[in-house]
């Protein structure tokens, strides 16, 4: 008799960053180890991406050029918007920035990010914090019934 596997669901991860280059890399590196990926180039499309997808886990930058509409979906206004919506507000937030201040890290903790990496990632790291923290989501989630 062998025992039923817990979960044979790949977990989602999404990632939002302008950098196309930083997408790709980061992307390829996730799907090795074993992630469901998607990307989005902008805060509205990382938005929208959300909605559709549902991810486990947000790999989300800070800074975004306006769009088209001159509405700046920054980081921190995709955090905000995340933490209102009933069914992202569990998503947990790694934040990923090039732009490497105390004020940004400490910002991005308060606005809920479970950790903040400074751009160029160290991936090994970054992978660690990742299984650890979809373990420790998968650990706060109800039982099915």
């Given at each position: ?42 805060g ?32 921190f ?5 995340l ?32 950790a903040?990496?400074s ?17 420790a989501s ?5 039982a099915?019934?």
């Open positions: 008799m062998s025992a039923e596997p817990v979960s044979t669901k790949r977990k989602r991860i999404l990632v939002v960053d302008d950098n196309e280059v930083v997408l790709k890399t980061t992307s390829l590196k996730l799907q090795v180890a074993g992630y469901e990926v998607f990307t989005a180039l902008d509205a499309e990382g938005v929208a991406a959300v909605r559709k997808n549902k991810p486990d886990l947000v790999l989300l930058d800070i800074s975004f050029p306006p769009d088209v509409s001159g509405m700046t979906w920054d980081g206004r995709i955090m905000e918007w933490h209102r919506v009933d069914d992202s507000t569990s998503i947990p937030i790694i934040v990923i920035s090039g732009v490497v201040d105390d004020k940004n890290r400490e910002r991005a903790i308060a606005s809920g990010a479970v903040f990496f751009k160029p990632v160290n991936m090994d790291e970054m992978l660690r914090v990742i299984r650890a923290t979809l373990a998968a650990n706060q989630s109800p099915p019934a």
